[in-house]
């Protein structure tokens, strides 16, 4: 499907010619509806009565939308032994306290590595860019073994405290910051500032929309963990565990296990929708330069 | 790794013409006295840093190379885990295989994806451009929305895809989709390319919008005359930083694939047929507790992944010179 992009590179054409454009548009829209429709289908089916999940042939809309599955979905969570309210908690709290913790933490180092040229810079920058090329699966089984050493096991702070040191995190602030002009730093400095209080003052509130892109990112991670199998107890279980539990119950659950996804996915989306300028105007610094 | 060192000029401190006296390790001292608040800035971050990326890795490699249950000691036991892994252990090899495979179709095909798209969408205008952006961001920030795909490949009459070839009358009885094993590859990869329009695909997007304007005026007048050699000679070797970035996050990404695996094809897969070396090591470190066989699968995931990448980073920095 993209070759059918680079098969037209051998037809010559002006500019911007309209053939040109309409097969790439046409292009797009293609694989914007294979993107969409599966979006598109679950919030359909979060609405459907039962009888119309059963329906041959399927159909993707909605006829006679309804409220049931989330009515459902209610009750559902009303007899389970820990309440709704507490998984959605537990969520909240863990994406907060996790958001909150590595944006500070990010942006300190940031600074210094964006900034200032001292020793071990070099090589701990080097380290982090290295980390972005491995996925956390590989270091899972003796992050278990360091968190039973510090006593983290079953507790909120086991998928808190390494999220603060997400390196993605880390290397799209640095890269952001390094184009700040260093003149606002030195005026700073001029004046007698402390370098705490340059980052404090200056340099925090210019990298505003890099906070915003830390945010969505650790936010699609926290709030789509499932305690990463640190966390045992039920009332300590996040909103994505339960949702998952549901979605398991198979055939007779699959009206509410569209309701509980839908309501999972609208809140990145939507904060996505809001930030995406910000978020856009980070991402144009992080480049790997050479 | 050079390729991410630094763009800037040496420190001030070391520039400066070395006292007879002072050795490079005092002239260093000095430096690092001189900063000590930029260590103090950095230290909450590195010392988790440290602890829960640097010593992890590090110890993965280590126990590795031992027996370990999590009850006893460690016992160490050389290559032994090693020789098991590839000589022995006939699902590691499907694991293996399937990794590769996912690695060498989605890794490409999602980073050309994304890149040609981000391109399409960048000719639009800034509101459509940003309703395209969403759509096709969106899947890889739904969290477990993919489970949708269990129901579009439900094995029944009432999935999607069975329900559609029926109807249209291109088969007769539903397919169990994702029990058989042919079907199941393909299946991964499509759903695994669904959800990788993410950190890449917006980095692209934002590039595409810093290429320097006034580089397309004066390419038009040096000849260029269509829209491939624009993107040839100008926002190709314009973008290559986001490019080599976005190589970085889309293969380490191909290279992780098991939360769709498991989703979809279950736990353990119809005859391993959607095993991948992540599958293999939940398998062994949270099922069997063999520690020491599960960190040499770490070991060897970790290699490959970092492996890759320094190979496609060393090649990418050659595009354009």
Redesign the interface.
């Known amino acids: 499907m ?1 070759n059918s ?1 680079f098969m ?2 051998g037809k ?6 309209f053939m ?2 309409f097969w ?2 046409l ?2 829209a293609l ?2 509806a ?3 429709l ?2 598109v ?2 919030i359909n ?1 979060a609405f459907k009565p039962l009888d119309e ?6 159909t ?1 809309f909605v006829r006679n939308p309804t409220m049931t599955n989330f009515v459902d979905l209610v009750n559902l969570l009303g007899n389970s032994w820990v309440p709704f309210s507490r998984y959605l908690f537990n969520t909240v709290f863990i994406t907060g306290m996790g958001i909150a913790g590595h944006v500070l ?2 942006s ?2 940031a ?3 964006a900034k ?7 090589i ?12 956390p ?7 278990y ?2 968190m039973s050493w510090i006593g983290l096991i079953d507790t909120y702070w086991a998928v808190i ?2 999220a ?2 997400f ?2 995190g ?1 290397y799209l602030m640095k890269q952001f910051m390094e184009q700040m002009p260093d003149a606002l730093m030195e005026a700073a400095k001029i004046d007698g500032a ?3 209080r340059i ?1 404090w003052q200056i340099v925090m509130p210019n990298v505003k929309p890099a906070w915003l892109t830390l945010i ?2 650790l936010f ?1 991670m926290l ?2 963990s499932d305690g990463n ?1 640190f966390i045992y107890s039920e009332q300590l279980k996040t909103l ?1 565990y339960a ?2 539990q549901i ?1 398991q119950g198979g055939i007779a659950r ?1 009206g509410v ?2 309701a509980v ?1 839908l309501i ?2 609208s809140v ?2 939507t904060l ?2 809001f930030s ?2 910000r ?6 610094t ?5 | 790794m050079s390729n991410a060192s630094l763009p800037h000029t040496p420190p001030a401190a070391a520039a400066k013409p070395a006292v007879r006296r002072e050795t490079w390790w005092t002239i260093r001292k000095k430096a690092m006295k001189a900063h000590k608040h930029s260590y103090i800035l950095m230290a909450p971050y590195m010392l988790l840093f440290g602890l829960f990326t640097i010593l992890p890795v590090v110890m993965s490699i280590l126990i590795g190379f031992t027996y370990f249950n999590m009850l006893e000691f460690p016992r160490f036991i050389g290559w032994q885990n090693y020789t098991r892994l590839f000589l022995e252990d006939d699902v590691f090899l499907i694991a293996i295989k399937n990794t590769l495979l996912f690695a060498a179709i989605t890794g490409p095909l999602s980073y050309l994806a994304s890149f040609v798209f981000a391109w399409i969408i960048n000719d639009l205008r800034p509101k459509m451009r940003a309703f395209m952006t969403l759509i096709f961001y969106a899947p890889s920030i739904s969290g477990n929305v993919f489970f949708i795909w269990l129901i579009i490949f439900s094995g029944d009459r009432y999935g999607i895809a069975n329900g559609f070839l029926i109807n249209l009358g291109m088969m007769l009885e539903p397919i169990q989709w994702l029990k058989t094993e042919k079907y199941i590859l393909p299946i991964i990869i499509l759903v695994q390319l669904w959800l990788s329009l993410g950190t890449g695909f917006l980095a692209f997007i934002a590039g595409l919008q810093t290429v320097d304007r006034t580089l397309y005026e004066a390419g038009a007048v040096d000849g260029v005359n269509n829209r491939w050699q624009e993107l040839w000679y100008i926002t190709l070797p314009s973008m290559k930083p986001q490019l080599m970035f976005g190589a970085v996050i889309q293969l380490t990404a191909s290279f992780a694939v098991a939360d769709v695996s498991i989703a979809l094809a279950g736990f353990p897969s119809v005859n391993y047929a959607a095993e991948t070396i992540v599958t293999h090591l939940i398998d062994f470190g949270t099922i069997r507790f063999e520690m020491g066989f599960a960190s040499a699968i770490a070991t060897v995931l970790f290699m490959l992944m970092v492996g890759t990448n320094l190979i496609v980073q060393r090649l990418l920095r050659k595009v354009g010179e």
């Open positions: 993209n992009a037209l590179r010559k054409r002006v500019n911007r010619s040109g454009s790439l548009f292009l797009l694989m914007g294979f993107m969409a599966p979006l289908y679950a089916a999940v059963f329906l041959f042939p399927p993707l933490l990010a300190a180092a600074y210094p590595l200032h040229y001292f020793p071990g810079k070099t701990l920058f080097t380290t982090v860019v290295l980390s972005l090329m491995f996925t699966q590989v270091t899972a089984i003796p992050n073994m360091i405290v390494p603060f040191a390196p993605l880390l402390s370098e705490y980052f969505i990112l699609q709030w789509g199998g994505h949702s998952n979605i699959a296990g569209a996804a999972l996915m990145p989306i996505f929708m995406q300028s978020i856009i105007e980070t991402m144009a992080s480049g790997m330069k050479d």
